[in-house]
């Protein structure tokens, strides 16, 4: 059995689920189970883990998983809340999540994690981001 749920991340605070919450609503993020992650990714194995404070709660652990001497890979999150994962980027440079880990962790580590997705994507694409977004919860606009 596949599972996969919806969720927004809220924040601080006792974690909830919006029923029905779909796929475009706050993240647009599709969170799966362990099994059903596993099943899906089994064949990148390389795994470089950013930390387990991201997100507004500062518990969500960002890794990018690449398969070895690949230039790209995937950035994905964990969230032990819930017991999911969700994938962030799927090809996106090791050097442009830690520049953008570096960059989030200097503006606020509170940052919803989809946010240091974009940040990566923008070095990724040669971009230089702004310092910070005008709203915390916004996403980078490039």
């Keep these: 059995m596949t599972t996969t749920s919806y969720h927004h991340h809220s924040p601080p605070g006792p974690p909830s689920r919006a029923p ?8 647009g993020l599709e969170w799966l189970g362990p099994l059903t992650f596993t099943r899906r990714y089994a064949s990148r194995r390389v795994d470089h883990d950013l930390g387990g404070r991201w997100g507004p709660r500062r518990e969500q652990r960002l890794t990018h998983r690449h398969e070895l001497g690949a230039g790209t890979g995937m950035l994905y999150v964990y ?8 994938v962030l980027a799927e090809a996106v440079s090791l050097d442009a999540v830690r520049r953008a880990t570096t960059r989030a962790a200097t503006m606020d580590p509170r940052l919803p ?3 240091v997705a974009d ?4 070095y990724q694409l040669g971009h230089t981001p702004p310092a910070a977004p005008a709203d915390p919860g916004a ?3 490039l």
């Design 113 to 115: 994690v989809t946010v």
């Design 20 to 27: 029905g919450c779909s796929p475009m609503s706050v993240s």
């Design 119 to 122: 940040l990566a994507l923008a």
């Design 139 to 141: 996403r980078v606009q």
């Design 79 to 86: 969230d032990p809340t819930w017991g999911e994962y969700a």
